[in-house]
């Protein structure tokens, strides 16, 4: 059972699973871990895309439009929003595939990287044939080095079996949350280090070689291939109106095996969590899309749904689709300080209030989780966390601030006991003498 | 509302470039104050009337070049509210 969200799952304890009643679209006929789709399998279920021609397809993108398909990666943002941007820039496109998955609770695209990674790579050679791209990136995080396999044996087959009409190159990013960023991988590709750069230029206006970029998380263009085979209709018969499909969904915490499960947008998440064998009663709070999200109390998770429009009075969001869920005989506080910690170390160090904010955050929240001076520092966590909003190159700090002040609300509880001087984990904590 | 918007600009920083000089809250302080490492907090970032050239000053003399002055213009304050 996993008690720390900020610790990266061991990739071979991840189980997968399909919500009850839902036919599965990523995950049908899933091969087996260490198992691999090869891309004559592949071709047999998904043809090829249509040769990538400069000045692209238009059709392609109304296709995409249609579907309402939105960003996974945790923006949720409408993919043909940023394909139409992309297309009418200033230069040929580029696309990139963002594969980095920095959230250490989250694997579902590697998953899809190292299992099917024709799934992931069609979609981006449909994204760069709507948009007219010269070439593709795949950008694969240095954790996952079955995501790596996976991209590097399909690019492989590729050469041998097909001329898709694009170059397709394979980019690996340095294990740290902000090199995930879009701007990183642009920086990264461009030939520098993977950390945020200045903006603007942002990427979809100039991004590699300073040619407009269209960067997406590697699941939503997995959800490309399918609707690109199957038909914007049937991309909508799943999910709600306003957020159709299905998505990934990584939980872990107080569950038999952690679990990557293919869910319907707004889908109940008392029901994912029940399903996959987690026990309400049990939790004492969940972290809704990962260290860059937010800790919702049980009753506000268990009664919400994962779509945007149910999140959003709870100040969530589905994200990047990360559940934690945690046990209730673990302490929050720690579980807080221990993230916000984390941060601290995950700064690029880059810009000021990044740097040595997040770390007067994590030493605050380490006091008040060691119950030393516990009021002077929620004082000053209050104070910190509200001036680091939207001081940084990137969001990175905001979510800092947003996990530490959500988790603090949640576990309001447990910050008593701590006042004075006890916790729930069933230690007293050590006061200074 | 267009005579009013008119002239009115806006200052933001690059977190990126900023080195925590503290040289825009010596020319702007009713605009800026200074966090504990003495990197700026951009408590209003509308220039009051008759303040650009102080603001021009300061963005001049940063070290890192990392202040910024744009203009307001009135669409896309109308878009924001």
Same mark, same amino acid.
């Given at each position: 059972?996993? %008690?720390?969200?900020?610790?990266?799952?061991?990739?071979?304890?991840?189980?997968?699973?399909?919500?009850?009643?839902?036919?599965?679209?990523?995950?049908?006929?899933?091969?087996?871990?260490?198992?691999?789709?090869?891309?004559?399998?592949?071709?047999?279920?998904?043809?090829?895309?249509?040769?990538?021609?400069?000045?692209?397809?238009? @059709?392609?993108?109304?296709?995409?439009?249609?579907?309402?398909? *939105?960003?996974?990666?945790?923006?949720?943002?409408?993919?043909?929003?940023?394909?139409?941007?992309?297309?009418?820039?200033?230069?040929?496109?580029?696309?990139?595939?963002?594969?980095?998955?920095?959230?250490?609770?989250?694997?579902?695209?590697?998953? @899809?990287?190292?299992?099917?990674?024709? @799934?992931?790579?069609?979609?981006?050679?449909?994204?760069?044939?709507?948009?007219?791209?010269?070439?593709?990136?795949?950008?694969?995080?240095?954790?996952? *080095?079955?995501?790596?396999?996976?991209?590097?044996?399909?690019?492989?087959?590729?050469?041998?079996?097909?001329?898709?009409?694009?170059?397709?190159?394979?980019?690996?990013?340095? #294990?740290?949350?902000?090199?995930?960023?879009?701007?990183? @991988?642009?920086?990264?590709?461009?030939?520098?280090?993977?950390?945020?750069?200045?903006?603007?230029?942002?990427?979809?206006?100039?991004?590699?070689?300073?040619?407009? %970029?269209?960067?997406?998380?590697?699941? %939503?263009?997995?959800?490309?291939?399918?609707?690109?085979?199957?038909?914007?209709?049937?991309?909508?018969?799943?999910? *709600?109106?306003?957020?159709?499909?299905?998505?990934?969904?990584?939980?872990?915490?107080?569950?038999?095996?952690?679990?990557?499960?293919?869910?319907?947008?707004?889908?109940?998440?008392?029901?994912?969590?029940?399903?996959?064998?987690?026990?309400?009663?049990?939790?004492?709070?969940?972290?809704?899309?990962?260290?860059?999200?937010?800790?919702?109390?049980?009753?506000?998770?268990?009664?919400?749904?994962?779509?945007?429009?149910?999140?959003?009075?709870?100040?969530?969001?589905?994200?990047?689709?990360?559940?934690?869920?945690?046990?209730?005989?673990?302490?929050?506080?720690?579980?807080?300080?221990?993230?916000?910690?984390?941060?601290?170390?995950?700064?690029?160090?880059?810009?000021?209030?990044?740097?040595? =904010?997040?770390?007067?955050?994590? *030493?605050?929240?380490?006091?008040? #989780?060691?119950?030393?001076?516990?009021?002077?520092?929620?004082?000053?966590?209050?104070?910190?966390?509200?001036?680091?909003?939207?001081?940084?190159?990137?969001?990175?700090?905001?979510?800092?601030?947003?996990?530490?002040?959500?988790?603090?609300?949640?576990?309001?509880?447990?910050?008593?006991?701590?006042?004075? =001087?006890?916790?729930?984990? =069933?230690?007293?904590?050590?006061?200074?003498? | 509302?267009?005579?009013?918007?008119?002239?009115?600009?806006?200052?933001?920083?690059?977190?990126?470039?900023?080195?925590?000089?503290?040289?825009?809250?010596?020319?702007?302080?009713?605009?800026?104050?200074?966090?504990?490492?003495?990197?700026?907090?951009?408590?209003?970032?509308?220039?009051?009337?008759?303040?650009?050239?102080?603001?021009?000053?300061?963005?001049?003399?940063?070290?890192?070049?990392?202040?910024?002055?744009?203009?307001?213009?009135?669409?896309?304050?109308?878009?924001?509210?």
């Amino acid at each position: 059972m996993e %008690t720390h969200p900020e610790n990266r799952v061991d990739p071979d304890a991840w189980t997968v699973s399909v919500a009850p009643g839902l036919l599965p679209r990523l995950l049908a006929d899933l091969p087996r871990a260490g198992s691999f789709r090869t891309l004559a399998e592949h071709r047999a279920v998904y043809p090829s895309p249509p040769q990538v021609r400069k000045g692209g397809d238009p @059709l392609l993108i109304e296709e995409v439009e249609r579907a309402g398909v *939105t960003g996974r990666g945790g923006a949720s943002f409408p993919a043909h929003l940023k394909w139409k941007v992309v297309a009418s820039g200033r230069g040929r496109p580029m696309v990139i595939v963002n594969g980095s998955e920095g959230e250490p609770a989250s694997s579902k695209d590697a998953v @899809l990287m190292s299992r099917v990674p024709h @799934l992931v790579i069609d979609g981006a050679v449909y994204a760069a044939a709507a948009i007219g791209a010269e070439r593709i990136f795949v950008c694969v995080g240095a954790h996952s *080095t079955s995501a790596m396999a996976g991209v590097e044996r399909a690019l492989e087959e590729r050469d041998d079996a097909e001329d898709a009409g694009i170059p397709i190159e394979m980019r690996i990013v340095p #294990d740290r949350y902000v090199a995930g960023e879009e701007r990183s @991988l642009v920086h990264m590709i461009n030939g520098g280090p993977a950390v945020p750069t200045s903006m603007p230029p942002r990427p979809f206006e100039r991004g590699v070689k300073k040619r407009p %970029t269209l960067i997406h998380n590697a699941e %939503t263009l997995a959800h490309v291939t399918t609707i690109m085979v199957n038909g914007a209709a049937w991309y909508r018969s799943a999910g *709600t109106s306003d957020e159709p499909g299905t998505r990934l969904v990584s939980l872990s915490g107080a569950l038999p095996r952690p679990v990557i499960c293919e869910v319907e947008a707004g889908a109940s998440l008392r029901e994912v969590f029940e399903a996959n064998g987690g026990d309400c009663s049990l939790v004492s709070g969940v972290l809704i899309g990962g260290n860059f999200g937010t800790w919702l109390s049980p009753q506000d998770a268990f009664g919400a749904r994962l779509s945007l429009a149910s999140l959003r009075p709870t100040g969530a969001s589905p994200g990047c689709g990360v559940l934690f869920f945690l046990p209730s005989d673990v302490c929050g506080v720690a579980v807080v300080a221990d993230i916000a910690d984390w941060y601290s170390r995950e700064s690029a160090r880059q810009c000021g209030p990044c740097e040595f =904010g997040l770390e007067a955050i994590a *030493t605050a929240m380490d006091a008040v #989780d060691s119950a030393l001076d516990v009021d002077p520092m929620l004082a000053r966590i209050e104070r910190l966390t509200s001036e680091i909003r939207g001081r940084g190159g990137c969001k990175f700090p905001d979510g800092a601030a947003q996990m530490v002040r959500s988790g603090l609300t949640v576990f309001a509880d447990e910050v008593q006991l701590h006042r004075a =001087g006890y916790c729930t984990s =069933g230690r007293i904590s050590e006061v200074a003498v | 509302m267009s005579a009013k918007t008119e002239g009115r600009y806006r200052i933001s920083v690059d977190f990126i470039a900023c080195r925590g000089h503290g040289m825009c809250a010596d020319f702007l302080p009713e605009n800026v104050s200074l966090d504990e490492w003495g990197y700026p907090i951009v408590k209003d970032d509308t220039l009051a009337p008759g303040r650009l050239r102080d603001a021009k000053q300061a963005a001049l003399l940063c070290p890192e070049l990392a202040l910024r002055i744009e203009k307001v213009n009135a669409s896309a304050e109308v878009a924001r509210k």
